[in-house]
T-cell receptor, first 115, second 110 residues
Framework: GAGVSQSPSNKVTEKGKDVELRCDPI?????LYWYRQRLGQGLEFLIY????????KSGLPSDRFSAERTGESVSTLTIQRTQQEDSAVYLC?????????????FGNGTRLTVT | KNEVEQSPQNLTAQEGEFITINCSYS?????LHWLQQHPGGGIVSLFM???GKKKHGRLIATINIQEKHSSLHITASHPRDSAVYIC????????????FGKGTKLSVKP
């Protein structure tokens, strides 16, 4: 079957605009993560969804960032009033169950550039 | 302070060499992942470990829970192994939040 799909693959936006990034996990995967990777830096956790439990939002850097997931399907990451420091690759990953018990599958990411 | 430490940060090897990348962490974990990120940016999961040793092709991953240490070995390295290798852990009691090391950049020369 298909892997984790992210869209758009690239997004250029003006400072102050809102953007919405989409992640389609592998069908049946209960766990879904959003990460951020700034140029030349490591992966930074943003948010984690596990089934119908309340998401772990502890990595969201500010209240301009929010994410939703409907059940075990698509997730959207929204960044409001974008700033230049938001420029990064935003990666989504999913796993069948709790990631302590099953491997992670990553999407190819959305490269966000804020001008 | 990053609680997952990888070494070395950068590694250059000649084709055919045996390579070891190390990962140390500070508290108890429920699982450890080794990931590979190619220059194009795509990330692939190599191994998920909670104990012992796993092997896939030329790659071997080991973990010592008591010593809070894991190693990734590559036998008969090849230029196509050139990538960033990332260690990530899930703390015991965590909801599932992964903590990442900063990665080891491997370059294998022909």
């Amino acid at each position: 079957g298909a892997g984790v799909s992210q869209s758009p693959s690239n997004k250029v936006t003006e400072k102050g605009k809102d953007v919405e990034l989409r992640c389609d996990p592998i069908s049946g995967h209960t766990a879904l993560y959003w990460y951020r990777q700034r140029l030349g830096q490591g992966l930074e956790f943003l948010i984690y969804f596990q089934g119908n439990s309340a998401p772990d939002k502890s990595g969201l850097p500010s209240d301009r960032f929010s994410a939703e997931r409907t059940g075990e399907s698509v997730s959207t990451l929204t960044i409001q009033r974008t700033q230049q420091e938001d420029s990064a690759v935003y990666l989504c990953a999913s796993s069948l169950f709790f990631p302590g018990n099953s491997p992670l599958h990553f999407g190819n990411g959305t490269r966000l550039t804020v001008t | 302070k990053n609680e997952v430490e990888q070494s070395p940060q950068n590694l250059t090897a000649q084709e055919g060499e045996f390579i070891t990348i190390n990962c140390s962490y500070s508290v108890g974990i429920s699982a450890l992942h080794w990931l590979q990120q190619h220059p194009g940016g795509g990330i692939v999961s190599l191994f998920m470990l909670s104990s012992g040793k796993k092997k896939h092709g030329r790659l071997i991953a080991t973990i010592n829970i008591q010593e809070k240490h894991s190693s990734l070995h590559i036998t008969a390295s090849h230029p196509r192994d050139s990538a960033v290798y990332i260690c990530a852990v899930i703390w015991v009691g965590s909801q599932g939040n992964l903590i990442f090391g900063k990665g080891t950049k491997l370059s294998v020369k022909p």
